[in-house]
């Protein structure tokens, strides 16, 4: 019989409730933009990308870009996501509009995404250096 497997990690934890909505900011602490939703590899069961609001004031104008979820350290006690980039990367990242999502099943999409914000695509990461999101 088949030992039971050892959780790896404590940050199990619903999206919906500790993710989605979560305010991003700097190393600095200052406030970059939410985090609006996430999109997965069901295939691969990992999660691909955080998707990030930004800019326009009062979420008028925002425009949304995919990032990939390595990027991100998450404090989940404050509900907060640190994202290490620059605001001037973030600017000219390619992004797209609330009611103009990207097929991002498009693996040339990834690949702009993924070297725009220089990070290996995952499922070429054949060194495993995937890490955990923790603070």
Same mark, same amino acid.
């Given at each position: 019989?088949?030992?039971?497997?050892?959780?790896?990690?404590?940050?199990?934890?619903?999206?919906?409730?500790?993710?989605?909505?979560?305010?991003?900011?700097?190393?600095?602490?200052?406030?970059?933009?939410?985090?609006?939703?996430?999109?997965?590899?069901?295939?691969?069961?990992?999660?691909?990308?955080?998707?990030?609001?930004?800019?326009?004031?009062?979420?008028?104008?925002?425009?949304?870009?995919?990032?990939?979820? @390595?990027?991100?350290?998450?404090?989940?006690?404050?509900?907060?996501?640190?994202?290490?980039?620059?605001?001037?990367?973030?600017?000219?990242?390619?992004?797209?509009?609330? @009611?103009?999502?990207?097929?991002?099943?498009?693996?040339?999409?990834?690949?702009?995404?993924?070297?725009?914000?220089?990070?290996?695509?995952?499922?070429?990461?054949?060194?495993?250096?995937?890490?955990?999101?923790?603070?």
């Amino acid at each position: 019989m088949a030992e039971p497997r050892m959780a790896r990690s404590t940050d199990v934890i619903p999206a919906n409730k500790y993710i989605i909505g979560s305010t991003v900011v700097n190393q600095q602490d200052e406030g970059i933009g939410t985090i609006e939703d996430i999109v997965i590899d069901a295939s691969a069961g990992r999660i691909v990308y955080a998707v990030l609001s930004f800019g326009g004031f009062l979420g008028v104008g925002n425009k949304y870009f995919a990032i990939p979820w @390595d990027a991100f350290r998450f404090n989940f006690a404050d509900k907060k996501a640190v994202l290490n980039v620059d605001k001037k990367l973030l600017k000219n990242a390619p992004g797209f509009d609330k @009611d103009n999502w990207p097929n991002f099943a498009d693996t040339a999409l990834a690949s702009t995404i993924y070297e725009h914000y220089g990070y290996t695509l995952y499922w070429e990461d054949t060194a495993g250096t995937a890490r955990t999101n923790r603070l």
